[in-house]
T-cell receptor, first 118, second 115 residues
Framework: GAVVSQHPSRVICKSGTSVKIECRSL??????MFWYRQFPKKSLMLMAT?????????EQGVEKDKFLINHASLTLSTLTVTSAHPEDSSFYIC??????????????FGEGSWLTVV | AQKITQTQPGMFVQEKEAVTLDCTYD???????LFWYKQPSSGEMIFLIY??????QNATEGRYSLNFQKARKSANLVISASQLGDSAMYFC????????????FGAGTRLFVKA
């Protein structure tokens, strides 16, 4: 089946630094990728929708300058948390849509990345 | 290898009836959590229910219940009294609590509730 890889799976960074999380679709081209943030045992909050070659569409309340999303190719999207603070510590998950933008397409999830800001 | 399998790409259910969405998993970790999420067309992922691997009783949350059969490694979601608003994608997920912090998602099941 289709595979989405996220890296790193766990990262610890110092407050004030930036950290990049990669999301790759390993065996399919993903024109659309999604970034979520999860709080313990709670829903995944959609942060942004990333379309290859264009600017990401951010959900309301998500700081565009803090969470930089780049979708440079059909197999790679990156999330950069800039000037990270402890409150940014969370579990970040990406997903990639395989197929055209219709109701019948399939979305595959990465395994998530734990970010801890100290 | 750790894996989640949802064998039903699509399901139909009549309004007010119950439906079971299948989920089987594979892990060698002794401790893990199982989750179900609902994804409506808006894209958000709504947490529905959680089951810990050591929980003795099956989890229930309102109309949602998780039929957890540890020996068979299955964690099926049961939705009782289906409503039209239940039409969505449903994802089963597993998070092992030892040796890593990854969450593995299934491919999802699209549920259609008919009036």
């Amino acid at each position: 089946g289709a595979v989405v890889s996220q890296h790193p799976s766990r990262v610890i960074c110092k407050s004030g630094t930036s950290v990049k999380i990669e999301c790759r679709s390993l065996d399919f081209q993903a024109t659309t990728m999604f970034w979520y943030r999860q709080f313990p045992k709670k829903s995944l909050m959609l942060m942004a929708t990333s379309n290859e070659g264009s600017k990401a569409t951010y959900e309301q309340g998500v700081e565009k300058d803090k969470f930089l999303i780049n979708h440079a190719s059909l197999t790679l999207s990156t999330l950069t948390v800039t000037s990270a603070h402890p409150e940014d510590s969370s579990f970040y998950i990406c997903s990639a849509r395989k197929g055209p933008t219709t109701a019948g397409n399939t979305i595959y999830f990465g395994e998530g990345s734990w970010l801890t800001v100290v | 290898a750790q894996k989640i399998t949802q064998t039903q790409p699509g399901m139909f259910v009549q309004e007010k009836e119950a439906v079971t969405l299948d989920c089987t998993y594979d892990t060698s970790d002794p401790s893990y959590g199982l989750f179900w999420y609902k994804q409506p067309s808006s894209g958000e992922m709504i947490f529905l229910i959680y089951q810990g691997s050591y929980d003795q009783q099956n989890a229930t949350e309102g109309r949602y219940s998780l039929n957890f059969q540890k020996a068979r490694k299955s964690a099926n979601l049961v939705i009782s009294a289906s409503q039209l608003g239940d039409s969505a994608m449903y994802f089963c997920a597993m998070r092992p609590y030892t040796g890593g912090f990854k969450t593995i998602f299934g491919a999802g099941t699209r549920l259609f509730v008919k009036a």
